[in-house]
């Protein structure tokens, strides 16, 4: 049921980017990569409720991303309540509790990093939802926690198309996870893990920066070595985030900082290749391989996943334009050099027909050399 402790450590999987690790992206980084874990994008638990919609269009997943937590926001805890039976139902693995936005929408309504300031509240919520994942697994319906019947209808057919067989998943008891920053506007890991430790989730994600901080400044990595000092021995899992850029840099954290694995991000933007890496890092570990750099993605293996990834995009019903596609195609040209003529392509397309069509005609040949390959 737990399903973090079944991951061999170190853990490294993909951090959710609201508006980036979109169901594509994570087919994609699941198929090229595979990740050990995948969290969704943060849902708002009144949306969840009031919104299935929006809901469906950030909770869609395909089976390929397993072991897939879904990562919630808000401050109240009875609608996360109410929105850990929503998770249950929808199939995931785990269920994740954002306490680390920043952003201000966000924050400035108590969501997010502002738990960081209110433990209580913090400490109810994530009591509220265990609560409701328990009594989901043990037969409550979305029905009997005031659930409209058109919302119910509309996860039990997102369901359907998600699970291979078209059965209902079995109900399983899903582990409560923790994504949060060492602090509001200092650091105040000694006091924020231990409270957090209290209510024992299976595991905690830092951040090594505070919410003032935003996205500036570096990750502090002593902050989160004490943070995983505080959570040894204690059940949860200690994952460290922030500024990592490949495996090398992953393999330094972990030895540093004794974390029980890590969540990537922003490396991981048009590099679904990343994650590739991970199993020659656990041997690593094991000291039963050295680490080397990993082999540099040729210009035809970029071409091919560019064109998966927009046709996948398309073929997500809650996808209506292709806007959304096009800063993924240009995270994959950034590391081309001559490429000035794609990029100019690239933010303007609106189609995978036309994505192909480009890649395959319109560059001349040997324009785009990957860097390093000659
Ligand atoms: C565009 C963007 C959107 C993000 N959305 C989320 C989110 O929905 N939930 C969350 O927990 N963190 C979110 N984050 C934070 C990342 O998961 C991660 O903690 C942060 O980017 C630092 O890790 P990195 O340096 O590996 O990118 C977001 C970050 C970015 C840049």
């Not at 929105?83 to 924050?107: S, T």
């Not at 785009?368 to 000659?374: A, C, D, F, H, V």
Request: include cysteine; charged fraction near 20%.
């Amino acid at each position: 049921m737990n399903f973090w402790r079944n991951i061999p450590r170190p853990i490294i999987g993909l951090s959710p980017m609201d508006g980036v690790t979109d169901a594509s992206f994570r087919y994609i980084t699941a198929k090229h990569g595979r990740p050990d874990v995948m969290l969704t994008e943060f849902v708002n638990i009144q949306s969840a409720i009031y919104a299935p919609e929006l809901l469906l269009k950030d909770f869609t997943y395909s089976e390929i991303e397993r072991p897939v937590a879904a990562q919630i926001y808000g401050k109240a805890p009875e609608l996360f309540y109410r929105v850990a039976h929503i998770v249950g139902e929808l199939g995931f693995d785990g269920l994740d509790i954002n306490m680390g936005c920043p952003a201000r929408k966000v924050a400035a309504a108590g969501c997010g990093a502002a738990l960081i300031r209110e433990p209580a509240l913090a400490r109810a919520i994530i009591r509220a939802t265990r609560q409701g994942l328990q009594d989901w697994y043990n037969g409550q319906t979305l029905q009997q926690v005031g659930i409209r019947p058109s919302a119910v209808a509309a996860f039990t057919a997102a369901n359907r198309r998600q699970t291979a067989t078209g059965a209902m998943p079995d109900r399983r008891l899903l582990p409560i996870s923790i994504k949060t920053r060492i602090g509001y506007d200092q650091i105040v890991v000694k006091d924020w893990i231990s409270v957090l430790l209290e209510e024992r989730p299976a595991a905690i994600t830092l951040h090594g920066r505070t919410l003032q901080q935003g996205y500036k400044g570096k990750a502090d990595w002593d902050a989160i070595a004490l943070a995983a000092e505080i959570a040894k021995n204690s059940g949860t899992l200690l994952l460290g985030n922030g500024d990592l850029l490949d495996m090398q840099d992953v393999y330094r954290r972990v030895r540093e900082s004794l974390i029980d694995g890590v969540l990537i991000g922003q490396a991981a933007e048009g590099n679904p290749w990343l994650f590739a890496g991970k199993e020659q890092l656990k041997q690593a570990f094991r000291g039963a391989a050295a680490l080397t750099p990993q082999p540099a993605v040729t210009r035809a293996q970029r071409f091919d996943v560019m064109i998966e990834h927009s046709r996948h995009y398309e073929s997500v019903a809650q996808n209506h334009c292709f806007h959304g596609m096009r800063k993924n195609l240009l995270w994959y040209c950034r590391h081309l050099y001559g490429a000035e003529e794609l990029h100019w392509h690239m933010k303007r397309v609106n189609s995978a027909d036309e994505v192909e069509r480009i890649l395959l005609s319109s560059v001349p040949a040997g324009a785009l050399l990957t860097l390093g390959i000659p």
